[in-house]
């Protein structure tokens, strides 16, 4: 399944003690970033979130917002008015250098009272976190698996392209040697003619047609791309059944072992770029090395869009 690194997902979970809201915000980057946002109150929690967030997410910079609030009666009780009393004096006193600074909040005050964290119990909040991880995790990937469709329909596009170039190449292969042996053909005329106008009956017909096969053939190893067309056909088809998510020719052990999709996709366009190096270097035509520029200039296209897949 192809998933975007750029995705939002949101979920919020209540209990008596009261509610957890988390919010989950992603863009691409080469490893998992996290950058974890955790009230005070709930840093027990950070290692249960940093766990949750290793297993459910590859890549990606990955920002993770977690809020709560606790049920009325939860905050009634936690009140502690001795607390109030002591930062009303506090304030007071610090009026006098500040006439205007302002009063906290309701909030602030349960937030910072003495004693206030550790009345946050971790067995009551805890499993209300991770059912809100998983639950906006869930929301998050579904972001990222049709953001992916998109990307992959795009790429599947892009590659279509490539088939066409590669077919085209092939298609052109035996004019060029047709063209290249006329060429041949000629220049051996002239050479004979201008070593001497008598040079045609020194040589026989069927030594000059020797002389230009035998150049035909060189030329045609030297511009035979038979490897490289079937090779970049191969990474075609691979490219297809990434995008398409078909790994049923593979074992479960084999794809444990593959990593994550956006960097079989490095590796695989990194080959493909070798091949059409290979084509340009070979080329024997303008039309070649056009083909050539062409399926670099698809394969650049192809790289700028698995940048943001996982």
């Known amino acids: 399944m192809i998933r975007s690194m750029t995705a939002f997902g949101s979920a919020k979970a209540e209990s008596e003690a009261g509610s957890i809201n988390i919010e989950m915000r992603s863009v691409n980057n080469r490893f998992l970033d996290l950058n974890l946002r955790l009230p005070e109150e709930l840093r027990f929690a950070e290692n249960l979130l940093r766990e949750l967030a290793a297993q459910g997410v590859q890549r990606g910079k990955l920002e993770l917002r977690v809020n709560f609030a606790r049920s009325g009666t939860e905050q009634q009780r936690s009140l502690d008015m001795e607390a109030v009393e002591r930062t009303a004096q506090m304030l007071q006193a610090a009026r006098v250098a500040i006439p205007d600074l302002p009063a906290p909040e309701l909030q602030t005050l349960l937030s910072n009272q003495s004693g206030n964290s550790s009345d946050m119990d971790p067995e009551a909040w805890l499993p209300m976190i991770k059912q809100a991880f998983e639950a906006a995790l869930q929301d998050l990937q579904a972001t990222r698996e049709r953001e992916g469709q998109r990307l992959a329909q795009a790429m599947l596009d892009i590659r279509q392209d490539m088939g066409t170039i590669v077919d085209e190449v092939e298609q052109h292969l035996p004019a060029i040697l047709s063209e290249q042996k006329n060429k041949i053909a000629t220049r051996l005329h002239d050479a004979l003619l201008q070593a001497s106008p008598d040079g045609f009956a020194l040589i026989s017909g069927e030594e000059l047609s020797a002389r230009v096969a035998h150049e035909a053939a060189v030329f045609s ?80 296209q192809l790289r700028e869009q698995t940048q943001n897949i996982e």
């Not at 398409?244 to 960097?263: F, P, W």
Request: glycine share 6%.
């Open 221 to 300: 190893l030297r511009i035979d791309v038979a490897e490289e067309i079937a090779r970049l056909r191969s990474h075609l088809t691979e490219l297809e059944l990434i995008l398409s998510g078909d790994t049923s020719a593979s074992s479960n052990k084999k794809s444990a072992r593959q990593g994550s999709t956006g960097k079989r996709l490095d590796f695989l366009f990194q080959e493909m770029n070798r091949e059409a190096n290979t084509l340009g270097s070979k080329a024997g035509s303008m039309d070649m090395t056009r083909a050539s520029i062409d399926l670099k200039l698809c394969i650049e």
